[in-house]
């Protein structure tokens, strides 16, 4: 009798051995295989940049707390990235799926996703540019911002009246008029208006320099006159190189008691009672208000407007002259006189005579102190 082989004594799974070997190696390599192609599809997918938008640019805003899903939909709509499933694996992978930040962001160019998503994770947001000129009342100013998207008129008139911010500055006030300083402010989309008004504040405050107040005191004026004084000076020339001559004009009239009868005061105080209509008459110079300079002497009581660096400099440095009257030249630029006779002579010749000869009914004004 044939003895048995020790092969044939083994336990009977281990003949499976090896073919679960070659499955298990299979299974492995099938696996290896896929990833490999995973890493190469998405490789070549995060390399090659896209724009799927028509328009020049386009606007993205991701919603607070809108997670890593939410903001790729947002993307993948508006045309920024492609392929969702394959965006949201490149995330994962790279450890950025946490990292999106909220917010409104512009897109203008042909994009990897790789840029995108750096973008976003970095907070990049888009600033809207917000310019305000010189000399602008406060409600214009918060009109523009209330158009522009940023917070609503009652909300601005609330943060306005916060004097809080200028209470070192100025002990008077009541609103902020004529410390919201004229520039160009870049906002992202939800600044709010108390921190639109900080902002314009905080640039006053950066221009209006410590020597300006040594200044203001010297020529015997707070700050709140100075600023008042400016506002005048800035509403009354649109050339800044005129803007130290007209506040000497102002100074001068200071020093020797007589009126300012400076027209923007006027409008101003129409512009308070809604009356102003883009012309002044002979009957609004007799307007009963402190803001009259035509019917009240001194300053007003507060400023008529937000002036610029310019203006401000020119109040407490202004130049050294013995002007009292000036008159606009109808070109822009105005000629300044010492006396009354010089002056009238410079009404007739540009403000009267011209009109006369294109316009014989109307003789206009225009002119300080006339």
């Not at 200028?166 to 989309?189: C, H, Q, R």
């Not at 630029?333 to 007739?348: E, G, I, Q, Y």
Request: net charge positive; proline share 5%; glycine share 8%.
């Amino acid at each position: 009798m044939r003895l048995p082989r020790l092969a044939d004594l083994r336990h009977p799974l281990t003949r499976l051995r090896h073919p679960l070997r070659f499955a298990a190696g299979s299974a492995l390599v099938v696996l290896f295989v896929a990833l490999a192609t995973t890493i190469i599809r998405l490789s070549l997918w995060a390399s090659i940049p896209y724009r799927g938008y028509g328009a020049s640019y386009a606007m993205v805003e991701i919603p607070e707390g809108a997670g890593v899903v939410r903001s790729l939909e947002i993307l993948v709509n508006h045309g920024v990235v492609q392929r969702f499933r394959m965006a949201l694996t490149f995330l994962r992978l790279t450890g950025r799926a946490r990292g999106i930040k909220a917010g409104e962001y512009s897109f203008s160019r042909p994009m990897t996703p790789g840029e995108v998503f750096d973008k976003i994770i970095a907070g990049d947001v888009f600033y809207h540019r917000v310019t305000q000129l010189e000399g602008f009342r406060s409600d214009e100013i918060f009109s523009q911002f209330v158009r522009s998207g940023f917070g609503t008129e009652d909300e601005y008139l609330a943060a306005f009246r916060d004097v809080s911010l200028i209470a070192d500055l100025d002990d008077e006030a009541v609103d902020l008029e004529g410390y919201l300083f004229p520039d160009t402010y870049s906002l992202p989309k939800g600044t709010t208006p108390h921190a639109v008004v900080a902002m314009m504040v905080g640039r006053f405050r950066e221009v209006f320099e410590p020597s300006w107040i040594d200044a203001a005191r010297q020529h015997g004026m707070t700050v709140r006159q100075a600023v008042t004084l400016a506002s005048l000076v800035e509403r009354e020339t649109a050339h800044a190189e005129e803007d130290a001559l007209v506040a000497s004009v102002f100074h001068n009239r200071l020093g020797r008691g007589m009126r300012l009868q400076c027209d923007p005061t006027v409008i101003y105080a129409l512009a308070m009672r809604d009356a102003f209509d883009g012309n002044i008459r002979k009957e609004d110079l007799r307007i009963d208000s402190r803001y009259n300079t035509y019917r009240y002497y001194g300053l007003p009581p507060g400023p008529i407007g937000n002036p610029g660096a310019a203006a401000l400099r020119a109040a407490v440095q202004p130049a050294d002259t013995e002007y009292l009257y000036f008159v606009s030249m109808n070109n822009g630029r105005h000629f300044f006189s010492t006396n009354l006779k010089d002056h009238n002579r410079a009404v007739w010749m540009y403000q009267v005579r011209p009109f006369r000869v294109r316009q014989p009914e109307h003789s206009p004004r225009g002119a300080r102190g006339s």
